[in-house]
Each structure stands twice: as structure tokens, then as C-alpha cells.
Nanobody, 127 residues
Framework: QVHLVESGGGSEQAGGSLRLSCTAS????????MGWFRQAPGKERDFVAG????????DYANSVKGRFTISRDNGKNTVYLQMNSLKPEDTAVYYC????????????????????WGQGTQVTVSS
């Protein structure tokens, strides 16, 4: 079992920045890949960014490329999502997730490919 706790959400104006954190406990953090997803009201949960177990590989949704950066600190059991140049369409509940089924540096983008989820943190961007 893995327990994930997100923090860092809040309200920000368009063009601003926020940094989300997700701290894991329960298993060796460096043994699994991590992802960030988001879900707006009435919409499906979408992939935002992912990072391999080693941290050497990352992947981003097209909508956030160049604005968001995912990183991890295996010594602190934490994955981060730095969000810059925020837009109103970034408004959503953001979830971190752990993936034990990865192969090498593969980053999964489908929610069903992840094994454990945090409770989510709200991000609201106003225009």
C-alpha cells in the first residue's frame, strides 16, 4: 500500500505560479513512477505530467508543455509539479498517482495504469 498526500493548491491569478507537492509513504519511493492528473467539474481525469522512477524521463500533456515542470526528490519521498504561466483552463482538482507497473523509463498517461492515488488538491486560476 502507498499513501499519497498532495499539498500546495490554492487560488491564483492568470499568469501566476503555484507549486504542488505530493509526499508518499508506505513503500520505497524510488521503486515507482509518478504522475499528476487533473479533473475539472464534469470532465474526465486527464494526464498532466509524469516522471519515471529514476527521474531521468518526463512527459507532459501538450496543454502544459513549457509551463509546467515535474520533478522528484527520492530522498524526501516527494514529487513536485511547478506550474507557471497559469491559465483559467488550468482550474481543476489535481491528483498525484503512483505507478508500479512501469517498464524501464516508461511513463503511463492513462489513469487506469496507476495503482495508488492521493485525495487531490484544488487549483483555481482566475482571469
Amino acid at each position: 500500500q502507498v499513501h499519497l498526500v498532495e499539498s500546495g493548491g490554492g487560488s491564483e491569478q492568470a499568469g501566476g505560479s503555484l507549486r504542488l507537492s505530493c509526499t508518499a509513504s508506505g513503500r520505497t519511493f524510488s521503486n515507482y513512477a509518478m504522475g499528476w492528473f487533473r479533473q475539472a467539474p464534469g470532465k474526465e481525469r486527464d494526464f498532466v505530467a509524469g516522471i519515471s522512477y529514476s527521474g531521468r524521463s518526463t512527459d507532459y500533456a501538450n496543454s502544459v508543455k513549457g509551463r509546467f515542470t515535474i520533478s522528484r526528490d527520492n530522498g524526501k519521498n516527494t514529487v513536485y509539479l511547478q506550474m507557471n504561466s497559469l491559465k483559467p483552463e488550468d482550474t481543476a482538482v489535481y491528483y498525484c498517482a503512483a505507478d508500479f507497473r512501469f517498464v524501464l523509463e516508461t511513463i503511463h498517461v492513462i489513469p487506469g495504469q496507476y495503482d495508488f492515488w492521493g485525495q487531490g488538491t484544488q487549483v483555481t486560476v482566475s482571469s
